[in-house]
């Protein structure tokens, strides 16, 4: 069982940066294909961004293009969520994701395993 966990979330502000990352543990982490979500209050989850088990492909959000860089360190079997410009629409609960070594998804429903989330606040 894989078991994901956020870090580096916190409050900062509009225009500021935040690095946040996703530690697995339990599994194969070079075989997991990983993504970020978000929920804000009051609305659905969203698609972040997405990278492949390999790193080679990536996905993003039109809201994250630009701004955000996802990454991942196979030894450190850690994925990474570089947020930089960061907006208070940014706002919301970051959630890191995993699935099977498959193709990049924006669908959550398509992932396996997920973390607890981790408070990302960006004031104006």
């Known amino acids: 069982q894989v078991q994901l966990v956020e870090a580096g979330g916190g409050l900062v502000q509009a225009g500021g940066s935040l690095r946040l990352s996703c530690a697995a543990s339990?599994?194969?982490?070079?075989?997991?294909?990983m993504g970020w979500f978000r929920q804000a209050p009051g609305k659905e989850r969203e698609f972040v961004a997405t990278?492949?088990?390999?790193?080679?492909?990536?996905r993003y959000a039109d809201s994250a293009k630009g701004r955000f860089t996802i990454s991942r360190d196979n030894v450190k079997n850690t994925g990474y969520l570089q947020m930089n410009s960061l907006k208070p629409e940014d706002t919301a609960v970051y959630y890191c994701?995993?699935?099977?070594?498959?193709?990049?998804?924006?669908?959550?429903?398509?992932?396996?395993?997920w973390g607890q989330g981790t408070q990302v606040t960006v004031s104006s």
């Open positions: 994701a995993a699935r099977s070594i498959a193709p990049t998804s924006s669908r959550g429903e398509e992932y396996d395993y």
């Open positions: 339990g599994g194969t982490f070079g075989r997991l294909t």
């Open positions: 990278i492949t088990w390999s790193g080679i492909s990536t």
